[in-house]
């Protein structure tokens, strides 16, 4: 299963990009990079996924780097509400067919005036 | 709104009790997912039900048990309780069992005291 390394913590101000990186070498060609963030104690929140293309929609971009061994999750214009922990995650299968993403300690950003 | 209940919000009991945690999918979504988050453990995977039938099992408990229902609501049964269990329980569901774009609800805190 592949796992993901992400910086612990972030700041970023307000209405300015906010990057976070993640960190997944081990990453195998089938399987996608999920983000997801979960705001205090609010339930995970989904923002976008990938494989190999760049994509974005209306919350964020994600670059994922040619060989696919990291990723960047970029918040454009980041705003007080975006202060949130980000997870980055790979989805691996399980038997049965069953993917089940596991979280890990994610990357606490904080958005400041 | 993600379109995921859960009910109760909060619930206090004591050591030793039984609770059962009740969650409501997005209307079409077929697959239910546990998680529970303490502190110290970040977001754990319990197990996963897809129209009823259990398709994926984490880290559960043997004192705990899940079921899903025809009408695909879910329920989470946590029994001789003690005070490590004292966490943020969340309901995940999406539309395909190998679906990974989640969507959670608001989750439950239980307190055990």
């Known amino acids: 299963d592949a796992k993901t390394t992400q910086p612990p913590s972030m700041d970023c101000a307000e209405g300015r990009a906010a990057n976070l990186p993640c960190n997944h070498s081990t990453i195998s060609g089938n399987e996608y990079v999920y983000w997801y963030r979960q705001i205090h104690s609010q339930g995970p929140q989904y923002i976008i996924h990938?494989?190999?293309n760049n994509e974005t929609n209306e919350m964020a971009s994600l670059i994922i780097t040619e060989d696919r061994k990291s990723s960047t999750l970029i918040l454009p214009h980041a705003t007080l509400r975006d202060t949130a922990v980000y997870y980055c995650?790979?989805?691996?299968?399980?038997?049965?067919?069953?993917?089940?993403?596991?979280f890990g300690r994610g990357t606490s950003l904080i958005v400041h005036p | 709104d993600s379109g995921v209940t859960q009910t109760p919000k909060h619930l206090i009991t004591a050591t030793g009790q039984r609770v059962t945690l009740r969650c409501s999918p997005r209307s079409g979504d077929l697959s239910v997912y546990w998680y529970q988050q303490s502190l110290d453990q970040g977001l754990q995977f319990l197990i996963q039900y897809y129209n009823g039938e259990e398709r994926a099992k984490g880290n559960i408990l043997e004192r705990f048990s899940a079921q899903q229902f025809p009408d695909l609501h879910s329920e989470l049964n946590l029994s001789s309780l003690e005070l490590g269990d004292s966490a943020l329980y969340f309901c995940a569901s999406s539309v395909e069992v190998r679906e990974d774009t989640q969507y959670f609800g608001p989750g439950t805190r239980l307190t055990v005291l």
């Open positions: 995650i790979v989805r691996h299968p399980r038997s049965g067919g069953s993917y089940i993403p596991t």
């Open positions: 990938g494989l190999k």
